[in-house]
Nanobody, 120 residues
């Protein structure tokens, strides 16, 4: 199985910065896409950013220019560097991975989430 463990969440002031990390334990699986989703109170889970194993990335319009996603394929780790945080960025952030084995289809995997709170 694939297990994802997030870290780096916390409380920051508006305009502050935070970096999230997610380490994947993959076993015999291989990961293609990795990324971050978030779910704010009363909202649906939404895509924040995603990056492929070749380095192509996409961002939600709301975070473009403020957040940067990166990954270390050798470590099966994905990062989300967040700048100029806003109160509306407050959410539980979930690590995501698309992974599969030589014998099965690729499937979605999720971390447990890490809380990001932006407040003064």
């Amino acid at each position: 199985q694939v297990q994802l463990v997030e870290s780096g969440g916390g409380l920051v002031q508006p305009g502050g910065s935070l970096r999230l990390s997610c380490v994947a334990s993959v076993g015999i699986f291989s990961i293609s896409g990795m990324g971050w989703y978030r779910q704010a109170p009363g909202k649906k889970r939404e895509l924040v950013a995603i990056i492929t194993d070749t380095g192509d990335s996409n961002y939600a319009d709301s975070v473009k220019g403020r957040f940067t996603i990166s990954r270390d394929n050798a470590k099966n780790t994905v990062y989300l560097q967040m700048y100029r945080l806003k109160p509306e960025d407050t959410a539980v952030y979930y690590c995501y991975a698309l992974a599969g084995t030589a014998w099965g289809d690729e499937e979605d995997y999720w971390g447990q989430g890490t809380q990001v709170t932006v407040s003064s």
